[in-house]
């Protein structure tokens, strides 16, 4: 596991303490294979098991992803369990691409509430998934304008 010192993560500079020099890394720097990578940019659904509370991961539920900036983007009814464990404070997760035992990685979960991520989630699920979308489009609309959908960030983790 890596140090990074706060204040260079903070103002993205070069730090120098002690005669050390500490160069800053972003804190979602999580180096991802390349069967990740990839799988990441071509899988249809992404399989993600969430938290329990005894500390276990439940079942891999399938639903529709961005990936974006690093991490994978998720818009999901505030009733399902990712999203209720995530309000708990269970972060922990595992995300698995193409298929429940796909390529996967660890994962935090967070719920972010930023209306030009959610605009670009809807751009890309899209684009994505330009069947269902023509479908399920209201339902995100909706959901998200009255607070019963929210928008979840899944960041890799070491």
Do not use: C
Request: no cysteine; glycine share 8%.
């Amino acid at each position: 596991m890596r140090h990074i010192w706060a204040s260079a993560i903070l103002t993205g500079s070069l730090l120098t303490l002690s005669g050390l020099l500490l160069v800053s890394q972003p804190v979602s720097a999580v180096e991802l294979s390349a069967e990740l990578e990839q799988a990441l940019t071509t899988s249809r659904y992404a399989y993600i098991a969430t938290e329990r509370k005894s500390g276990d991961l439940g079942s891999p539920a399938e639903i529709w992803y961005m990936y974006h900036d690093g991490a994978v983007w998720v818009g999901t009814p505030k009733a399902t369990y990712r999203a209720r464990r995530i309000e708990a404070g269970r972060t922990k997760a595992r995300v698995a691409l193409g298929s429940p035992d796909g390529p996967a990685f660890d994962a935090a979960g967070s719920i972010v509430n930023d209306a030009e991520l959610t605009a670009l989630l809807f751009e890309r699920l899209a684009q994505k998934y330009p069947s269902g979308w023509k479908s399920f489009e209201s339902g995100f609309r909706s959901g998200f304008a009255d607070g019963s959908r929210v928008l979840i960030k899944y960041q890799p983790t070491d």
